[in-house]
Nanobody
Framework: QVQLVESGGGLVQPGGSLRLSCAVS????????IGWFRQAPGKEREGVSCISMSDGSTYNAESVKGRFTISRDNAKKMVYLQMNSLKPEDTAVYYC????????????????????WGQGTQVTVSS
C-alpha cells in the first residue's frame, strides 16, 4: 500500500525558507516519479516540482524556478522540497504525490498525472 507523509510546513516571513519532506513507503521507488503540488484557496492545484526516482531528472514550474529545489534520497525513501525566497503567493497546502513512471517527469508534472497522494502540509508566507 502506497503511503506518502509530508512534513515541514509552517508560517514563514516573505523572503524566508522552508524545507518540506515526503516520506514514502509501500512501493519500490526506482520506477516512480514523485511530485510536489500545491493548492491555494480558490485556485486549481499546481504542479510545483517533480523528480524521477529512476534517473533524478527534475521539473520545476516557472513560478518557482530559481527558488525551489526538489531532491531525493532513495535509500531513505525521502523526497525533499527546499523552498527559498518565499513569497506570499507561495501560500498553499503542499501535497506529495507518487506515480509509476510512464512519461518524462516534466509531462507527468504538467499533466498532474499522479495517483497516490499524501495528506498535505500547510505553508503560509506572511509578515
Amino acid at each position: 500500500q502506497v503511503q506518502l507523509v509530508e512534513s515541514g510546513g509552517g508560517l514563514v516571513q516573505p523572503g524566508g525558507s522552508l524545507r518540506l519532506s515526503c516520506a514514502v513507503s509501500g512501493f519500490t521507488l526506482d520506477y516512480y516519479a514523485i511530485g510536489w503540488f500545491r493548492q491555494a484557496p480558490g485556485k486549481e492545484r499546481e504542479g510545483v516540482s517533480c523528480i524521477s526516482m529512476s534517473d533524478g531528472s527534475t521539473y520545476n514550474a516557472e513560478s518557482v524556478k530559481g527558488r525551489f529545489t526538489i531532491s531525493r534520497d532513495n535509500a531513505k525513501k525521502m523526497v525533499y522540497l527546499q523552498m527559498n525566497s518565499l513569497k506570499p503567493e507561495d501560500t498553499a497546502v503542499y501535497y506529495c504525490a507518487a506515480e509509476g513512471l510512464y512519461l518524462p517527469v516534466q509531462a507527468m508534472c504538467v499533466r498532474d498525472s499522479f495517483g497516490s497522494w499524501g495528506q498535505g502540509t500547510q505553508v503560509t508566507v506572511s509578515s
